[in-house]
């Protein structure tokens, strides 16, 4: 693998990439297909950092393909299946062309969507810089943080990372031409089902941060309807899916543009109830040790709540219940105070932060990647798993997720000696 390798330094925020001009020409030659999985997946980021990373960034990259990358057969573009925002129901696998506007999308059946305003993106672009200038000072990241919400809010989508992701797709939609284009949208991504090993995974995922507070006794309750369903996917079934139809359309060649749902929801849906009811049965059985005396937290069924201030209340009362045994000596009000307070507002700022995917009311469609699948041989099934339908989700999360993040996220901290 090392010997098919070669590393080049570049920037994705800088023209032709920041790449050095000899090699440029190198790579004009051997380059066939581009893969674009860089991004900024931080739901709360600032608008312009969002904006440079996943709207200006595959600009970038689609520019420098079609400057140079005379043999390019595909661009493939990882992106995300929540580009859809406040889409609902079952939806689709279509592109985003310019100026769509899921919010004037939603009352398009209505007499006045004109009212709602358009999307033009470079617009979005010059708002984002000329309020950078203008918010300058003390208060600049949370003022562009919060830009970032407004604007995405505005037109329909959840956050800035949703947000600029499609403003990415239309971008590169629009500057395509000639280029065979394919969008990988993938759901929720979270640890390997078996390549290369069972529950490899590398930082915090989306679901992860919820699990594992829960694991450690830090979220009892959560913000959520239990019968709303989560779709999320393994990693390397999203990497098969990237390689099948990197091979797909890289063999055939053609201009146009497709674009594939990776995910489960429409397939093999799992209700948030069921997730975190499969946690509570691991935790039971494996739990996580509390502190450094080897005390393992006390773990409950999780409660669910529909308003955050129902939500809030129950956190403080029950996190100060359990705390205050584990707190003792002198000064334990002061330190039990203090550490229920930084638990119960790290608890609300994840309800806050993963409201929309808690009550999300959406399925995405996976028809052409099932098609991608029905078009493999048996035995290129076999190597390249895309049967989400098949993934036995109770086994996957007590037996092989929770397991995964124990190890490579938490590298073993508060697990039994």
């Keep these: 693998m090392l010997s098919k390798l070669a590393p080049v330094v570049g920037n994705l925020c800088e023209s032709d990439l920041g790449i050095d001009a000899n090699l440029i020409s190198e790579i004009a030659e051997e380059v066939d297909v581009i893969i674009n999985s860089a991004a900024n997946t931080n739901f709360e980021e600032r608008y312009d950092v969002s904006l440079h990373a996943n709207t200006i960034g595959p600009c970038r990259l689609m520019d420098f393909a ?29 592109p985003f062309y310019m100026g769509e506007s899921i919010a004037r999308e939603k009352v398009a059946s209505e007499l006045l969507p004109l009212s709602y305003p358009a999307l033009d993106v470079d617009d979005e672009i010059e708002i984002a810089l000329d309020s950078k200038v203008a918010f300058e000072g003390n208060l600049e990241d949370q003022k562009m943080k919060e830009l970032g919400l407004e604007r995405a809010s505005i037109h329909g989508w959840h956050n800035p990372y949703e947000f600029t992701k499609a403003m990415g797709e239309m971008m590169i939609n629009s500057m395509r031409g000639d280029i065979p284009l394919v969008i990988i949208r993938p759901t929720a991504i979270e640890s390997t089902l078996e390549d290369p090993f069972p529950g490899w995974i590398q930082g915090n995922r989306m679901l992860d941060p919820m699990i594992l507070s829960y694991g450690k006794g830090n979220l009892p309750s959560f913000l959520v309807n239990p019968e709303a369903v989560i779709d999320m996917i393994p990693v390397d079934m999203v990497v098969n899916a990237i390689i099948a139809a990197m091979a797909k359309h890289g063999i055939a060649g053609k201009p146009g543009i497709e674009v594939y749902h990776v995910g489960s929801s429409a397939v093999n849906p799992l209700p948030l109830g069921d997730l975190f009811k499969y946690s509570y049965e691991h935790f039971i059985c494996s739990p996580i040790n509390m502190d450094t005396e080897g005390k393992t937290v006390d773990m409950k069924e999780m409660k669910f709540f529909s308003s955050m201030d129902d939500f809030s209340s129950h956190m403080q009362t029950e996190i100060v219940q359990q705390r205050r045994l584990a707190i003792s000596g002198n000064n334990a009000s002061q330190r039990l105070e203090r550490k229920c307070k930084m638990i119960v507002e790290h608890a609300i700022n994840l309800a806050r932060v993963y409201q929309p995917y808690m009550f999300f009311r959406g399925r995405f469609d996976n028809s052409n990647t099932h098609n991608l699948m029905e078009g493999m041989s048996e035995e290129e099934m076999k190597r390249f798993r895309l049967d989400v339908e098949n993934v036995d989700w109770e086994d996957y999360i007590t037996n092989i997720h929770i397991p995964g993040l124990k190890k490579h996220v938490m590298k073993g901290r508060g697990m039994p000696k």
């Design 66 to 94: 079609k400057k140079y990358c005379k043999n390019l057969r595909v661009f493939l573009h990882v992106s995300t299946a929540y580009v859809n925002g406040e889409r609902e129901g079952m939806i689709t696998e279509k």
